[in-house]
């Protein structure tokens, strides 16, 4: 089991930048895939960006070109940068992992995060 903690959620102006984090603890973190899914309120969770124990990398449409998912290994961390920030990024993200995932199928990965909050202001 892998426990994770998000952090660096702040709310920021329209055009602005986040990163945020993820420290893991526990088991075999190297071999997981990991992502960021994020809710807004009254919407379903949905998928923003993955990568997997091998480096393959996977981005939502909403998001490529604007947002980069990185992994530290030594550090157990992972990250994700957000730039040109939009009000439709307002959400609560999460951090996941998993083994054996689809990248974007929330109800495959075994471990999340509780959640920080972005919000984007107009």
């Known amino acids: 089991q892998v426990q994770l903690v998000e952090s660096g959620g702040a709310m920021v102006q329209a055009g602005g930048s986040l990163r945020l984090s993820c420290a893991a603890s526990g088991r075999t973190f190297s071999s997981y895939t990991m992502a960021w899914f994020r809710q807004a309120p009254g919407k379903e969770r949905q998928f923003v960006t993955a990568?997997?124990?091998?480096?393959?990398?996977y981005y939502a449409d909403s998001v490529k070109g604007r947002f980069t998912i990185s992994r530290d290994n030594a550090k157990n961390t992972m990250y994700l940068q957000m730039n040109s920030l939009k009000p439709e990024d307002t959400a609560v993200y999460y951090c996941a992992a998993g083994t054996g995932v689809y990248y974007s199928g929330r109800s495959t990965y075994s471990s999340w995060g509780r959640g920080t909050q972005v919000t984007v202001s107009s």
């Open positions: 990568i997997n124990w091998s480096g393959g990398i």
